[in-house]
């Protein structure tokens, strides 16, 4: 396993909860070539007898085809010999995660429920992925972990225990998925869309919002966007790429400087003692910490601003005294403000907070200078909105945590 560099030890237990690669499909005993960077395509593609001039081309080619043309079949890629494909096919697979549910919203949001196959001695275990379609854009929301260890108290995901990391395969394989199902490659005539965007392709943004902290699991989520956002690939630009996070304060320059994605910031309070209780992960790193990492974050500028996510909980946060405050602690930090009306979910304890409310803690937030959209709510009717997420996965059993752990502390 990489070693991290030196952090708090319950740091580094949650950044290193991935289970070991296994079988990428049930039944299915061919490892995975999704998911690979650059590197380790070529070396899979010298594993199959490719000549070692030749990998570099030969990788490149294959990049383009599971990337950019969204292959599922060897016997698709038409550039390279029969034999190769059929050494590949025979050695490798290039498989999508297993749909359990597809719920379409109202207003024309997906919610796709994926299982993927057991790693190592776990289980099958399954996420939540969601597609807003957009007039000028269609977001893709992706998961980074199954379940969850932050127990933010107004979240549904922070209700189902932490089982493990998503894999970069899985985290790729959702955008794959997402984009055979709209039909969203070249040559392809676009479906289940909500017409295609200016920017001529229906997942042209990601947000790294679903289930989990994507911080607690760098390594995969890092190895997945930059998958995303390279240029001969999935081609997203990195500011239509935004990895949220709840404050783990020392992978936040990591983050900069190693993806250089766009940051939001799961803020939510704007005093240490309402955020110790609203996003527990505050005790460990409390706001002014986080801020101050905020400030240092690679390429910050106005044009590349942070966002701030803030949900609008009735009585709690969402006085006029708390929009002030929030104005002073983020002075000096290129920021855009998200006011996310707090989306109910079963057995939860809030209440969002009155739009009238909602609409004066705005005012005073754009007076002073910084964007402040209400972010409109999508998906509500199939618990696909923001918050809402949570799969019917089981959490590792006492001795495979027990034996995780051990595996970590050798």
């Known amino acids: ?31 995975s070539l999704i998911g690979l960077g650059r590197e380790p395509l070529a070396a899979a593609l010298a594993d199959v007898g490719v000549p070692q001039g030749q990998t570099r081309m030969r990788s490149a080619q294959l990049w383009h085809w599971l990337y950019v043309r969204g292959v599922t079949d060897f016997d698709m890629i038409t550039n390279i010999s029969k034999d190769l494909r059929a050494r590949l096919a025979e050695t490798f ?15 024309g949001t997906r919610k796709w429920l994926l299982r993927f196959p057991p790693r190592g001695a776990g289980r099958p275990v399954e996420v939540e992925t969601v597609y807003i379609p957009e007039e000028s854009r269609g977001t893709l929301c992706l998961s980074s972990q199954v379940g969850c260890t932050l127990n933010c108290t107004f979240c549904h995901t ?12 899985e985290i790729v394989g959702q955008i794959l ?94 005093r240490d003692d309402l955020r110790d209780e609203l996003v527990p992960l505050n005790k460990r790193y409390p706001i002014a910490e986080l801020l ?12 590349r601003r942070i966002t701030f996510e803030y949900v609008m909980l009735k009585g709690v946060n969402d006085s006029l005294a708390d929009a ?36 004066r803690f705005a005012d005073i937030v754009n007076a002073a200078g910084y964007a402040s959209p209400i972010r409109t709510p999508r998906g509500r009717d199939i618990l696909a909105a923001c918050g809402q997420l949570k799969s019917e996965s089981e959490r590792l059993r006492i001795r495979e945590r027990m034996a995780l752990e051990a595996m970590i502390a050798g």
């Open 177 to 270: 998925l997402a984009r055979d199902r709209l039909e969203d490659y070249p040559g392809r005539t676009p479906g289940h869309g909500n017409g295609t965007p200016p920017t001529g392709r229906l997942v042209s943004n990601i947000v790294m919002m679903g289930m989990g902290e994507p911080l607690y699991n760098f390594d995969n989520v890092k190895d997945a966007l930059l998958i995303a956002s390279d240029g001969d690939g999935i081609g997203l630009s990195r500011r239509r790429i935004t990895l949220s996070t709840s404050g783990v304060v020392p992978m936040i320059a990591r983050t900069g400087a190693e993806i250089g994605v766009m940051l939001a910031i799961s803020l939510h309070a704007v």
């Open 1 to 31: 396993m990489k070693a991290m560099s030196p952090v708090t030890t319950d740091l580094q237990r949650d950044l290193q909860t991935s289970a070991p690669a296994a079988p990428t499909a049930a039944g299915e005993d061919r490892p």
């Open 158 to 169: 922070g209700t189902q225990t932490m089982v493990r990391n998503l894999t970069s395969e």
């Open 324 to 359: 002030r405050e929030l104005v002073r602690l983020l002075r000096g930090i290129p920021s855009k403000i998200n006011l996310i009306p707090f989306n109910p979910w079963p057995g939860s304890a809030y209440e969002c907070s009155d739009w009238d409310q909602i609409e």
């Open 292 to 303: 101050d990492a905020c400030r240092a974050y690679h390429g910050l500028s106005n044009a």
């Open 93 to 107: 697979a290039l498989p999508r995660p297993e749909i359990v549910s597809e719920q379409i919203s109202a207003d």
